[in-house]
């Protein structure tokens, strides 16, 4: 199964993607994860997507697509799809997925839109705390950790991303209307978008997410 995961900053497609990816044994590859390893190890578009990132601007089409394109080669390797998430995140994106799935004559089995308020993004954003070791996400009230600022996977600091701050998140939505949105008709004109409604608690959407993609699965076999 090869999934897209559309829709604004801090629509929860990270969370239920870490989630669903090890329920349905599926591949987890976020852009934003991978670019920020890159700026972790220092490496030549780390350097070059730091600065970008932390304006809330999108690294060059270009530069994502070649990375993406060897983490969906990697991952077809060894698992029995994936899920992108925070990819495509332009036309340019989109386009340049089209050519390598049909190069790997592969498709894209569905693109699910998480549909979310700005007020819920806001908050959410707000308050979202990460795990800078092990990765695990939480919010300071709805995903609390059980300790208070430590990670409950791996006992590490959590820590706030830099790029959550009020200044960057309307940077970030601003470029999310204008590059990412369209591609929501895109994906519909093609037929394979799902909508689900991101404001929803957690275990609400996780629920239906799941139901939907079990059946997508067996309609796939
Ligand atoms: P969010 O979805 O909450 O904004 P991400 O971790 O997906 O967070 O992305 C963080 C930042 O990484 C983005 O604001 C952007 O600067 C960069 N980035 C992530 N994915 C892409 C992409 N597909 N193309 C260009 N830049 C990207």
Redesign the pocket.
Known sequence: MKLIFLGP??AG?GTHAKRLSEQLGLAHL????C?RKQIAGGTALGLQAKD??QR????PDDL?NRMMEEEMAGAMKEYRGFILD?????MN?AEALDLFCAQKNVAIDAAVNFRTSEQVIVERLGGRLICGSCGANYHRTNIPPRQEGLCDRCGKVLTQRK?DNPETIKN?LAVYRKETAPLIDFYREKRILNEFDGDQPLEALCAQLLTFFESLNKTLR
Do not use: N, W
Request: charged residues 25%; aromatic residues 4%.
């Open positions: 900053p801090g497609k976020a852009a934003g994860d670019l970008i990132i809330g601007e999108l690294v994502v925070g990819y495509p995140r332009t994106q790029d970030r």
